[in-house]
Structures are given as C-alpha cells and as structure tokens.
C-alpha cells in the first residue's frame, strides 16, 4: 500500500472548502465535475445578484447624496466580493495547469526521499507548522467575522427595540432589491442570503489562497532541502563519489524549481494584479468605517475586516517573499560548497550554478511588481494615502452637519 505524501496529506485540508465553494483542483471524473460546476455556478448566481445590488445602492447613494459613511460601508465588501470571483474565475481557467503543479509538487517531494531524512524532516516540520498556524489563525478571523456580521445587525434591532418599543429591521448589507428587503416576509430569506452570500467569499478566497500558501511552503521546502544538499555536495576527500553526477541531479532538481514556479506564477498572476491594486481600496475604506462609523457594534464587525484584509494580502507577498528567499539561498550554498579543492571544471559549472541562482524564482502581480514584503509596504502606503484623501473630503460635511 502506498503511503501517502505529506503534500497530500496538507492538501486535504482544503477538502470542504473545495466542496462548499463548488471549486476543483485535482483530476476528477466526469460526474464529480459537473457537480462541482453546479455548485459553484449556483453560487456564482447568488454571490453576483448581490453584488449588482450592491452596485446599484452605490449609484444611487452618489446620485441622492447619501452620506459617505453609508456608501462606503458596502464598498470594501462589493470589492472583496470582487477579488472572489477573479481568484475562483482563474482557478477554473487555469485547471490544467493547477493539476500540474498538483503533479509536479508530488513528483518533486517522491524525489526528494533519496536524500538526507533527517534534514528533509525537520525542514518539513518547520515549514508545515508555520502553514498551520497561518491557515488556523485566518480560519478564526474568518469565522469571527462571519459570526460579527450575522448578528450585529440582530443586536442593533435588540437595542433599538429596548430603547423605543419598535422593532426596526436591518440587514447585514445595504443592497438594492425589486421588492422592499426590510418586510417581514422577506427579511429572513433575504438575510439568510446575504450571509450565505459572505461565506461564498470568503471560501472562494480560502480556497484560492490556502492551495497558493500550500504550493509555496512545499516549493521552499525544496528549495531549502537543494540549498543543503548543494552545500554538502564535495565533501571532504572529493574523489571518493560521483561528484559530477550528483551535481547533474542537483541542477535538474533546481530547474524543476524553477519551472514549477512559473506555473504559479502563471496560475496567480492576474488575480494578484487586482488583489493588489483592491487591497490598497479595501483596506483604506474599510479603516474609515472604523473611525468614521459610531456604532460600536459595526465598529468591531469592521475591525475584524480591516485584520483579515491586512493579514489576507501580508500572507499574499510574505509566501512570494519566502520563495524569492529560499531560490537565492542557493547561489550562496553554491559558494559556501568546497569548491576549491576540486577540478577546475567541475568549478566552472558551480559558478554557472551560484551565477543562476543569483536570478531569484520570484511570482509576481503581471509583471508589474513582485510579489514580496515591498509590495506589502507599498499596499500599505498606498491604502494610506486614500485614507487620507477620503477622511479629508469627509471632514467638511461633518462640520457642515
């Protein structure tokens, strides 16, 4: 009986979000396809007819001149809502390609059995631990906020109902619909879809995310485990093994790096680009709300969202940036081998080696920036400076109120 990979075995965590979502990423028959297909056109339908509305209450509120809190309170939602749909949207364009990077990662690990087991398993141990923790604390924030957005809105019709004797329904979400949301005979439907609505969202996004932060740590896992033994290649009495060969494997090793990297790269790219460039949008608008809105109960609710979409786009460049990293690191376990005490030819294709590696295998958002922790910081500056605009062209119509 075979045993299982720990690839798998990581990739399995990703199972029910798969399922919820109606999204794929391994070969399956024809029959489990189509199911999955269904569901994730189901919601397709869902998720989008909210949004449209969610259009519309934006075009309206600039046309009647509603107050900027109200419009930019649907805002960071309609655009995260946005990102889902791109990253979901590739995911299923690119499913030839993700089913080869699954293939590719697996034959890369099966590979890397012949070498050191004690070295492999500590790194293994190193690196699975921090996916954990990464994939464990974006769950919670994600629950945390599912939970703050389906019952704040019951709190505030709770205390408003204590204060005044009258019972006035509110919604998660400011959409427009053709029938009025707030009757009592649709309320309840209409609220039950737009939290169903919010949880497509975030499992689109968990799905696309979780499998990327899986093929990262899995690709850096190589990546340290070629620096080690690259390092390790000559050992001390040079002539006593094929040095050449070994190197000869070594070099197809990193090449494969290289080129399962570009298939993630391929995969990811054009939903970076908008993750980027929305990123910097949501995290300014949604960090208004907090100072702006005086409700404390959709305070906190956009708290947790201002966390989740730092951590969401941090995680984003910090798992582009340990790769870059770890692809570097082999250029200098190139040099810190004992290349001296061999021939003058095998030094040659060392230096060839360290001279590549000195090319980082690096993702990227189309060509248009690395995905790394700069990119980070200038989301951050960015999402600052909107900021900063948006709360200078609020600051009149408070005074004028």
Not at 223 to 250: A, C, H, M, V, W
Not at 276 to 285: E, T
Not at 356 to 367: D, E, H, I, V
């Amino acid at each position: 009986m075979a045993v299982e990979s720990l690839f798998d075995v990581t990739l399995k965590r990703l199972k029910l979000i798969l399922i919820l979502s109606g999204l794929n990423l391994e070969k399956c028959n024809r029959r489990q396809k189509i199911k999955r297909r269904c569901v994730f056109i189901f919601n397709s339908i869902w998720l989008n007819s909210d949004i449209i509305g969610a259009v519309f209450y934006f075009i309206d509120g600039i046309k009647n001149g509603t107050d900027m809190t109200e419009i930019t309170y649907l805002a960071p939602c309609a655009m995260l809502s946005a990102v889902s749909n791109l990253k979901s949207f590739y995911l299923i364009t690119y499913n030839k390609y993700v089913n080869n990077l699954i293939d590719e990662l697996r034959a890369l690990e099966i590979n890397s059995i012949n070498y050191n087991t004690n070295i492999k398993n500590q790194i293994e141990k190193e690196e699975r631990r921090f996916l954990n923790v990464v994939i464990n604390l974006l769950n919670i924030l994600n629950i945390g906020m599912v939970v703050n957005f389906t019952f704040s809105p019951l709190i505030l019709i709770a205390i408003n109902y204590v204060r005044t004797k009258e019972v006035e329904l509110m919604l998660p979400f400011l959409d427009v619909y053709p029938f009025d949301p707030l009757n009592i005979k649709y309320w309840p439907l209409v609220y039950v879809k737009q939290i169903w609505s919010e949880c497509i969202v975030l499992l689109e996004i968990c799905a696309a995310d979780y499998f990327y932060y899986i093929c990262c740590t899995y690709i850096r896992i190589q990546f340290r485990l070629l620096s080690y033994e690259l390092e390790n290649l000559i050992p001390t009495k040079p002539y006593d093994q094929d040095i050449r060969g070994r190197l000869l494997e070594l070099i197809k090793w990193h090449q494969h790096l290289i080129s399962v990297t570009n298939i993630l790269e391929l995969i990811y790219s054009k939903s970076t680009l908008f993750n980027f460039f929305s990123s910097s949008v949501i995290i300014c608008l949604t960090g208004f709300n907090v100072t702006a809105i005086d409700n404390l109960a959709f305070g906190v609710t956009f708290l947790t969202f201002l966390f989740m979409s730092l951590l969401q786009i941090f995680f984003l460049c910090l798992f582009g940036d340990m790769i870059m990293r770890s692809s570097l690191e082999v250029s200098d376990a190139a040099y810190n081998c004992l290349w001296y005490s061999v021939d003058q030819r095998l030094t040659k294709d060392l230096m060839i080696v360290q001279i590549r590696a000195q090319k980082p295998c690096k993702l990227t958002a189309m060509g248009f920036a690395d995905v790394n922790l700069r990119a980070f910081t200038r989301v951050l500056s960015s999402s600052w400076s909107y900021f900063c605009l948006l709360n200078t062209m609020y600051t009149p119509t408070t005074h004028e109120n």
